[in-house]
């Protein structure tokens, strides 16, 4: 199911990839939460589009994590945030270690910053926010 809503999606038709990731998510496949999420996310339609996000995440789906953390400090839930990007740092993801080390550090929690920060600087694609950040002391 989630697989035809990915091809549906590829090939322009939208309404019919929506359907076939909803019946994916609500069978409990993360990877149909997310999908559906970002199809919410394009669509301009947020009414349950964290709702899948938050669903995926619970399922231990890692990119669901790292973006409902993204979504959260977007909307100054820097809490909820910083709960959603540990759990994803716990399953490894480099881009959550530098956005929550980052969020440590502006939230005045430089030394709990720091360890996830260098952790990033290395990794192409964070070398630059963790380096900014790192040098904001």
Known sequence: MHSLGVLLEQTGRSEDAER?????????HTNGMYNLRLLYKVGGRS???EHWWRRAGEGDH???MYNLGLLLA???RVG???HWWRRAVGEGDTEAMVNLGVLLKEGGRSEEAEPWLRRGRGR???RGRAGRAGERR
Do not use: H, L, V
């Open 74 to 76: 977007q909307a100054d």
């Open 62 to 64: 890692t990119k669901a």
């Open 47 to 49: 009414e349950d589009a």
């Open 20 to 28: 076939w990731c909803r019946r994916a998510a609500e069978g409990d």
């Open 124 to 126: 192409p694609r964070c």
């Open 80 to 82: 909820d945030a910083e």
